[in-house]
């Protein structure tokens, strides 16, 4: 492609709203053009460059045994009504009436039609197993789209499905992909780690993430300082102090005017906030519901969710709090009727604690659980910080910040058993279809190579996701015979299967080597009356500050070399 002909033009300055590099860097190179908020155009450099990513991951689905497909992005309300995720999906679905009147939305997942795919097809054992996949259009209304394509409303996602007999067969389908997206984001120039991850509204029993560490990143992922483990903060546990359980004292009741915070509280007492029983009103599906936790650790919502089934909580307001007959900055589950009450199992790994009396101004000595007070609900709620013990006992946790870019989870029969996709075994029986489902951002994949791969003058792209492999850049082409040095090197370098982008416009070395930069293309090669006179051609490794003079008979061979 000659810079000439090719559309976009690059800018010196990004837009005002863009937020971070990669969202800079993609407009100001003419990679994408923003049309609304979280939903942009790909132009031919940055269209040029997700092909690649596209092509990268076909190939190894493929090798993995999975078969493309392709499913409609509008989609029947029914099929969600089925699974039952229409009314909680989050952010609600996109929905709108056809002119039958009938109930349609834009996907933003594709759970639903692949469950029901199978089912029309599966009736037998052997039938399974199988892996199907797609490159399709997604669209989630996100409140706030952000980082260009980050975060956006309209995206493209690889999206797999596999569909077996059994367990086992589930495991072997998992790991098939798993492996399958180490070789992709490999290939990729990514270097990523995998996660622990929770599996949010897509459901399922187990779940795994690929974040590519970036400080620009917006999940947080604790890491152990001494082995592999590794998990998001939504998802990520840690050992908890446990403390001698001692002579069980008898509960007294003392005045503490002022004393509002657990802080305060321990402060007042002389005790660290281990000896604290901290008190949190969280509203849960209309009712208001208090949670029980060591007063060292904090409630991790996304777990408390999931203790919940599903139920989102939110903090419940003081007038909600009031309204429920409930004493803020005094409370505790001692005595109370009628409020569902949650525990953290931290509270069982200690004794006489310290709590709310439920009576304003007033604490209470040497509550201890479940002497005192009761759980409708026990289990692990706490959030998991850095320094906190790792869960395999190796290490202290450490917090890096991250850029999600695949998800895997094991959806067992989540959907399978909802929507009727079942299968007669060996014996006549039937059962349910279980399931995995495997997603990746392709445009996320770019953005974050970009957060990932940049410098003060534009991007570095991996080689194998730019958009082109050299930016020939052509000087003093007013003379006839650079010029024709020229075509003839822009011939040669395509002829050996390298993708060029020949910069054969009418502008100075300086406007060529600077979009030549900030494209981020892995290698300039300049030719130029001052070139030639030195030996030949200039090449450079968009990494490196310095060039080298090549004689024109071995630029191909230095340039293969760059690329590696």
């Known amino acids: 492609m000659r810079s000439s002909q090719l559309f976009g033009k690059t800018l010196r300055q990004a837009p005002g709203d863009a937020e971070n590099i990669s969202h800079k860097l993609l407009t100001r190179a003419g990679f994408i053009q923003q049309i609304a908020a979280g939903i942009f155009s790909l132009q031919p450099l940055g269209n040029r460059s997700i092909t690649k990513i596209r092509n990268i991951i076909r190939e190894e689905m493929d090798r ?79 409140t706030r789209p952000r980082g260009g394509l980050l975060r956006v409303r309209e995206f493209e996602m690889k999206d797999a499905y596999s569909f077996d007999a059994d367990e086992e067969g589930l495991e072997r389908s998992f790991q098939a992909m798993v492996a399958a997206y180490k070789r992709i984001f490999k290939r990729c120039g990514l270097d990523v780690v995998m996660v622990d991850a929770d599996s949010g509204g897509i459901g399922g029993k187990d779940s795994n993430e690929f974040v590519l560490l970036a400080e620009s990143g917006d999940d947080t992922i604790l890491m152990s300082d001494e082995s592999d483990y590794a998990a998001n903060v939504e998802k990520a546990e840690f050992i908890k102090k446990e403390f001698p359980i001692g002579n069980l004292c008898e509960v007294e009741e003392f005045a503490t005017p002022d004393i509002k915070t657990i802080e305060a509280l321990a402060k007042l007492e002389g005790v660290s906030r281990s000896k604290t029983a901290k008190a949190v009103f969280y509203s849960v599906d209309g009712e208001v519901v208090i949670v029980t936790i060591r007063g060292d650790y904090d409630v991790n919502e996304t777990k408390l969710r999931n203790l919940l089934g599903g139920s ?21 589950a001692v005595g109370l009727e009628g409020v569902k009450s949650i525990v953290d199992d931290s509270i069982t790994m200690g004794s006489n604690y310290l709590a709310g009396a439920n009576k304003e101004g007033f604490h209470l000595r040497n509550v201890n659980f479940p002497r005192d007070f009761k759980a409708d609900i026990l289990g692990d709620i706490a959030e998991a910080k850095k320094g906190y013990p790792s869960p395999d006992g190796k290490g202290k946790l450490i917090a890096k910040r991250g850029i999600e870019l695949g998800h895997v989870f094991k959806l067992g029969n989540v959907y399978s058993s909802k929507m009727g996709a079942r299968y007669t075994d060996e014996d006549g029986q039937q059962n349910d279809v279980l399931m995995g489902c495997y997603g990746i951002g392709i445009g996320r994949m770019l953005a974050a190579a970009v957060e990932a791969y940049h410098d003060d003058f534009g991007m570095v792209l991996p080689s194998a996701i730019a958009p082109y492999d050299i930016y020939l850049a052509g000087l003093n082409l007013e003379d006839a015979d650079i010029s024709g040095k020229a075509e003839m090197l822009y011939e040669s370098l395509q002829d050996a299967g390298f993708d060029v982008l020949f910069d054969d416009r009418d502008a100075p070395p300086g406007v060529k080597f600077k979009d030549a930069d900030l494209m981020g293309i892995p290698v300039r090669v300049v030719i130029s009356s001052r070139s030639m006179g030195n030996g030949g051609v200039e090449v450079k490794a968009r990494a490196e500050k310095e060039s080298e003079i090549v004689s024109e008979p071995d630029v191909i061979e230095a340039v293969r070399k760059l690329l590696g």
Not at 108 to 134: C, G, K, N, W
Not at 312 to 332: D, Q
């Open 64 to 142: 993995a045994g999975g078969q493309e497909i392709n499913m409609p992005v509008i989609q029947p309300r029914d099929l969600w009504e089925e699974s039952g995720r229409a009314e909680t999906f989050v952010p609600p679905l996109a929905t709108f009436e056809d002119r039958r009147e009938r109930q349609m939305i834009i996907a933003p997942t594709h759970e639903e039609t692949a469950t029901a795919m199978a089912r029309a097809s599966v009736t037998s054992y052997r039938d399974l197993p199988f892996t199907i996949y797609q490159i399709q259009t997604k669209f989630r209304d996100e």
């Open 312 to 332: 989102v909580p939110r903090l419940a307001t003081p007038e909600e709090v009031k309204a429920a007959g409930l004493v803020a900055g005094s409370a505790s």
